[in-house]
RNA sequence: GGGCCAAUGGCGGAAUUGGUAUACGCGCAACACUUAAAAUGUUGUCCGCAACGCGGAUGAGGGUUCGAUUCCCUCUUGGCCCACCA
């Protein structure tokens, strides 16, 4: 068994590959095609965890997979270097945001390259280096003057202890993401990007992008569009119309209320206008305060109960029907979204259900469900009998039971139930059924349940399809008294008490949801679809045909929502990129023209945290601010949001030096759009959709040649502790890296990391140390490997399973398999382990396919084997021989009914007939095969299935 | 509440995409080497039984099929993302 010293051989070639500047990729390299393969850079936190390593040392192999399949591999690496804890770091440890920093990406400069990476750090780059935010001040700037940025009055997320704003993606369950502080809405002057002008566009893209469908779906959520209607309600003194958008015009005649957002114009001005008829202002405007100040958190936690203030004087018209409906202030409409205003329909909408029950107010059904009996469907050409009818739910006067309704000449078990005459009312059909068939006369309360349904069947004994109108009720008898009944009646069925938690026997109906519900004391409203009713011309029609007709009619117009929001990207923070923006003395704003960029980060400030933004003490801005532009024009003192430094740095890599433009159209050409991208699933609906914006920005104005960025994605799994928990320090199960490679190595890390699991399924992974001990192994067994070259002579059995391997292995790393592709390198060892027997040239195809898994050793084996040879990460790929992989014989599954009976081997190529005669001479599987036989199936090489039931 | 995804031995996970379920690794057990332990090696390791055989098993139940871990339906559990989005 041969040392291996990890140690003594990363310190050899770890060096030796940078003096020999192996991993610089050139623009453009002869015979090979460009691959640029992308990792998502990392914050310069201090160190790096075992994450960051399943993070860039995962792909690496990939990287160096493409790179020795002849591809001229670009695998850059940086930093996104602006943000929150350099600030920090200042203000609890009074240390400078930029040596801080710098500090920190020295470090981890040293921990990636100890990972056997092949970044070509010629290409480095930092965002908050002023050569870098030149160009992110330059985008900036290109869309302030598009329109695309503008600053505008919103309501903000506020986190009182950074004392900054936040996006609302770095909003997590109504806290800080950053610090865990309770967020409080503040309005607030603010820079914003217009995300929202290229919604359509983002969505519509992503069609056509391979990428994991799952990732597609989670951004068309986040997008969010949603085909409507805007209907305007008019208020009763026709000053103040009210707006609003709904998914469900088809409900329009349920319309009981309108409810206002806090933050509703209508709101505003009423209040501060004295020709308001809003007769409680007071009330409301205590309301509005209270809820706009309200926290995320408190908005949340109050989701139960709803709340809410009428507004008095002012009613509005329901334009399908001219009914007069009250309008409310409540903050379970939204103000950012729609026009800040819902008409609400209790009875087909949960919240405005729960709101109505609340205040008292009318709830009108307008659709039906429609119900269709499983058991007893309508048959097709059958008459259909349109029908009201009523069932009956009739409780026990002192037990917990109900009536029960056995049918004698069906197989029904059924509520009382029967039909409503013409002229009747439901109420009157109720009392004359239950008389009608059990006799009780003594009847309590008579209580509605639920909605009414269209129920649709086929009744045998009349030969006719009925639809029915349903209506289900509940009465609790007051006495067991009762009248004889008709013989007739007795015929028909029987009348049984069967306890309360029996009602799922009833058939059919006690399927339907809302009879469920009703045994469960829940209620709800009706949100599917159906057939509409109380909705004058439209009754009858389905409700999903009728929102255009609605909207139509009540002169509305058909519109198009996205849950999308404007991105917020003002920071009233000292360590990011600042905007380039200088206000004029009547206080407009004006960007700073390109001579002037980059608009430099002042280096004369205070970061005690004040609310304020910490560059408006600087004299040095100010100073410059006058200088270029005059007396009395002002800096901007905001910073943007690190998000925008990380949606373009893919584009800076590519050309890291330029200085004329973010980078040439030409290098474009060469390397955009990323072959390959892998990242983070938290990055899905934020640095993955703003790079996407931003890229088609950038197009529009010709600066980039590609309208995406990315032309494949995957998503990497997280790994968790040797506890299967998330690894935190409090909870003490943190791996670290460091020292991990100090006692096995960086290639066993890298390897066991590879084998943990599916690299493109965005699982989670616990950390195994007896796992990695397994990868150690594996390795130490390679190094033996050597001893056995032309020691056994030559087996034909070793080339063969070499080749299978080979070709296992490129195609799952082409699927990002690593884990599957280690086994077959296992596999084969095995094999060779127990043979003995490798040739020099065997020995030598193998350390080639080690070689972006284990760089190291790979490397260290072959300078011994190959005297004088180049690196081995500069050879190409082995390709496997399709001949050598062939078998002479093969074996051959036999199934009889689907069950496996045995094998046969047959010379490769057999024929059915053959394969057929060789069963016939296999006694002990020829014995499962009755005399009677069919051939199912036959596999040629793999697998002939036989039946024998005579019933097929 | 909505969306997406998953569930296979004691554990991480394989399975040619509808064709021999449990590859590979870990763990465990026995044995060898050793004074002993570690390391290493060899063998075994889904479950049941009247055990060289047969039956059962891929979260549960049903369906399609000669054949289902794989496709379809219902349910259960778990994960991720979103969430009073009208």
Redesign the pocket.
Known sequence: ?KEYDHKEIEKKWKNKWIEDKLYETPQKKEGAENFYTLVEFPYPSGNLHIGHWYAFAIPDIYARFMRMQGKNVLYPIGFDSFGLPAENAAIKHGLDPKKWTYGNIDYMKMQLQSMGTMFDWSRELRTSDPKYYKWTQWIFTKMFEKGLAYKAETTVNWCSSCKTVLA??QV?DGKCERCGTEIEKRKQKQWMLKITDYAERLLNDLDDLDWP??IK??QR??I?R?E?SLINFITEDTIENIS?????ADTLFGVTYLVV?PEHELIDSALSENKSRIKNKEEVRKYVQKSIKKSELE??A??K???GVLLEGITAINPANNMEIPVFVS?????????????A?PAH?Q?DF?FAEKFNLPVVQVIAPIFVDKDNPPLEGKDISPRRNVQVIVKHPTEDRIIQIQWKQQPWKTFVIGGVEEGESYEDAVLREVQEETGYKNVGKIERIGWQMESRFYVAHKDVNRKAFSQVFYIELRDLEKDEITQEEKGLHDVVWVPIDNFRDFNPVSELPHIQEFFSVERHAYTGEGILINSGEFDGSLSTEVQKSITEKVNGNLKT?F?LRDWSIGRQRYWGTPIPIVFDPDGKPHAVPEEHLPWILPEDVDFTPTGKAPLDKSEMLKKNTEDIFGKGWTPEVETMDTFIDSSWYFLRYIDVHNKESISSLEAQKAWMPVGQYFGG??H??LHLLYSRFLQKVLFDIGAVAEMEPFRKRINRGLIMGPDGQKMSKSKGNVVDPDAMVEKVGADVVRMYLA????YG??????W?M??I???R??L??LCGLEAYIEKEGVSERVEKELHKMLKKVTSDMSEF?F??A??AM??FL?HV??TKSLTKEQYQMTLKILAPFAPYLAEELWSKVVAGSESIHVQSWPKYDHEKIMDAET???V?V????RG?IRVPVGSTEGDVVQKIKETE?IFRWISASYEL??F?PD??V???T?TK?
Do not use: C, H
Not at 331 to 343: E, I, P, S
Not at 755 to 758: A, E, K
């Open positions: 068994m609302n993606e997590v469908e799952q779906e989670q959520n986040w969010g949603s409507g609003v958008f709904t998914t469900r957002a908005r949340q109050n989701q109960e709803k709340t903050d379970y409409v939204l103000g950012g979204y729609g026009t800040g205003a819902v008409m329909v909408d919240r729960e929502t849950k699933s938290e899905t609906t084998f943990i699991g599916p399924e965005a699982g989670s992974y616990p195994d007896g796992g001990a397994g990868i192994r594996f130490e067994r398999k884990n599957t280690i086994s296992m596999i095995n382990e127990k074996t051959i599954a199934q009914d689907g069950k496996m094998t002990e199912k199936k596999i793999r697998l299935s036989f039946a039931d097929v």
